[in-house]
């Protein structure tokens, strides 16, 4: 089981791959949002905001998110770490429950592009 300091190494990394991106994977994350992660297995729950291209994380506390983050994930540590090292494709661990992303309609449709 992943670690929250390997989990919040992971969200360092994921951010850093989103600034190093091409245009148009920069571009579908370059929203203003607020964000959570929480990791189910541990039951803690990062947050910050998603901006310029950017996962900029603010504070880590226990249980699931105290309030409604503009976009929303949830999934296991080791899926998490598995993401962002490649060994695990977002769009499979999303469509087979693994990793929720909740959002509004129009920044689904932009984060689609992040698939």
């Given at each position: 089981?992943?670690?929250?300091?390997?989990?919040?190494?992971?969200?360092?990394?994921?951010?850093?791959?989103?600034?190093?991106?091409d245009d148009g994977v920069r571009s579908a994350a370059a929203l203003d949002r607020s964000l959570s992660c929480h990791i189910t297995d541990l039951d803690i729950t990062f947050t910050g905001r998603l901006t310029g291209g950017r996962i900029d994380v603010r504070d880590t506390f226990d249980g699931p998110p105290r309030e409604r983050a503009g976009i929303?994930?949830?999934?296991a540590g080791d899926d998490l770490v598995a993401m962002v090292g490649g060994e695990l494709n977002f769009a499979r661990a999303w469509a087979s429950g693994r990793v929720r992303l909740e959002a509004g309609f129009r920044d689904l449709i932009r984060l689609r592009k992040l698939l």
């Open positions: 089981m992943a670690t929250t300091e390997e989990c919040r190494s992971a969200l360092d990394k994921l951010s850093d791959n989103l600034a190093q991106a929303r994930l949830a999934m």
